[in-house]
Structures are given as C-alpha cells and as structure tokens.
C-alpha cells in the first residue's frame, strides 16, 4: 500500500494528487491513503499536503530504502527480496540467519550503518551512518565448496568494473577481496560460506563501499591507506543508483560464472589484477614469509615464488592469509 501510493507520487511528482484521486486510484478509502503518507513521511519523504489540492512528492530521503532500491532495478533476481534496517551489527550476520531459515537466493540485506562491520577473520570494517554502501546478499550456488573463492573473484570483477565503467574511476583487485584505487582501499568483499563435503548449503556475500565518507573520519591509522567516491570524484554520489549499479552487475557475473565457468571470470579478474608480478609479505597464522606473487590458479590460490634460496612456489589460499 505504501509502496503504491508512492509510485502514484512519484509518478505526478510534478502536480499535486487529490486525496480522493488517490483514493480512487489505490482502491483504498482516504484515511488508509493519509495513513500511507504519514508512513512514508517516517521514513523520511517529503510529503506536501494542501488543502483542497492534495499531495506531492518534494523530496526523497537519501537513504537506502527498499523502494528506491527497487525502482528502476533492472535485475531478473538480485535484490528482490529486501530487508532493510537502519542500524545492524553486521549485514553478513542477518544475511546467514535468514539463509539458515531458508530465504531465497538473490535476498538482499541493507543498512545505513554498521556497529560492528567485519572484514576477513574478524577484522572490522568501519561503516559510517548513511555515507557508504554496505549489503550482503544470499547465494545458493551449485559449486563444490573448493570452488567457493570463485565466487569472491566474481564480486570483486563486478565492483571494480562498475567504478570503472559508471564512475570513471581506475579501480583495480587486491588478490582476494579488496577493491582499490591507486594504493588506497575503497571497496571490500566478505565471502562466508555454509557448506557440507559434497556442496554448498548458502554463501553469504557481504560488501561495503566507501562512497560518502570524508577521509578525515576515519580513524588516523586508516586515513593514509583508504578512500572514497566522494574523495575520488570531488562530489556526493548517489548511493542507491550506486547499489542498482553494482546489483545489476554482480547478477551478471554470477549468472556468467554459472554458465560459463571460471575461465573467462579469471581472465577478466588478471586485467583488474594489482598484486601479480608484485613483491608481496604473505602473513597466515602458522607462518608468514615474503615472495613474489605469479599466478591465480584455476580454484582462485595465489602462487607465490618465495624468495631464492628460500623455498619454492607456495600456493596460498584466500581464506588463511592477508596480503601486505
Ligand atoms: P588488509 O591487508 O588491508 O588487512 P584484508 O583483506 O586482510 O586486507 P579485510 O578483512 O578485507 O582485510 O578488511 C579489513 C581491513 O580493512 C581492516 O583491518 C582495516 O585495515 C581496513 N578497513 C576497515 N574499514 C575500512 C573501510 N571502511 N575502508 C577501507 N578499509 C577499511
């Protein structure tokens, strides 16, 4: 009810819409349409009312609310289930308990912000009120658990290549996980996984965007090595456009990967690619050495040749290590 009074403003955003037009038009009396806009109006729109003409849209909330998600999304899937909240612990965390009680794949969870925002091993992500995109959504793909890191390449190729090609922005891939612009972080992926021997049960994809957040509030110690779109770009972007953009384009890719394979996916992630041919400091629980990264196996390993006279070639897997 709420969603189709707004479309009817949207729709006549320019005019006003009488109470009783809407009433006519929704098939619903005039005090559920008042109810329906005092709804909307708690969510933030700004909606005019006057005497004898009725209603108009003045303004949206710059907020990532599930109807503007919604409208003019243009995947068949992906975000068609929306559970918004304006505050989460963690977007992976709701994500995982709506999986284990059987949503849908495609189910999307969004937030304004995040208390305790992660990255990989437990690491936090700081996610500022309103000024980045953070989401995780629910895959049920028909992979081996092995092949899971596949899945954590297709995301990365699909949010590079959109600031690449919508924003102009010459992002590239720190093997695994980590979206950069130049040797700052701007964008990172969460992959958590529930799997038994022969499949997997669900993937939670967790991914959180820097796209409003002025450098100077971020903490000293992450100031020199992080980004945003804001700070990239020199003005706002629009967050919802943004996770329109990047749904339309993770759907792609996963619908590739699951026709095509990895194949084609590794080749375009090697030309995002910014580690390989690099001197990189691989730290993992139970020994960390330094190297030089060559190749990304057909499972998504690193394959590093460890220092001469030190060792051969180690293949390092995503889940274990951290790159420095
Ligand atoms: P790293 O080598 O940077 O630790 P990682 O892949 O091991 O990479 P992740 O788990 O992907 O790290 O992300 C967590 C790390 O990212 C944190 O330890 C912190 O250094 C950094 N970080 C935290 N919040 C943000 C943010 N909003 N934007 C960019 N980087 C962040």
Known sequence: MKEKTLRALRETSEEYLSGEGL??????????????????????????????????LNKIPDLLLPAEIRWGLGTRWLGHQIHYHDTLSSTNILAKELARQGAAEGTLVVTEEQKE????????????????????????????????????????????????????????????????????KVAGILTELSAEVDGINFVAMGIGVNVNTRLDSFSPSLRARVTSLLQEKGHPIARV????????????????????????????WLELDLVLGKKVRIIAPERSFTG???????????????????????????GDVSLR
């Open 23 to 56: 009433s006519n038009l929704l098939g619903v009396s005039r005090t559920a349409v008042w109810k329906a806009v005092q709804s909307l109006r708690e969510e933030g729109y700004d909606i005019i009312s006057q005497a004898r003409r009725g209603y108009r």
């Open 117 to 184: 925002g992660r990255g990989r091993r437990g690491r936090t992500w700081y996610s500022p009120r309103g000024e980045g995109v953070l989401f995780s959504f629910i895959l049920r793909p028909a992979l081996q658990p092995t092949h899971a890191p596949q899945l954590t390449f297709m995301a990365a190729v699909a949010v590079a290549e959109t600031l690449r090609r919508e924003y102009d922005l010459p992002a590239g891939i720190k093997w695994p996980n980590d979206i950069y612009i130049g040797d700052r």
């Open 241 to 268: 456009l943004l996770l329109q953009r990047l749904l339309y384009s993770l759907e792609r890719e996963y619908t590739a990967l699951s026709q095509e394979g990895f194949a084609p996916l590794r080749r375009r």
């Open 292 to 318: 030089r990264a060559v190749n990304v196996d057909e499972y998504g390993a690193l394959l590093v040749q460890e220092q001469e006279g030190k060792g051969g070639m180690r293949r390092v897997l995503a």
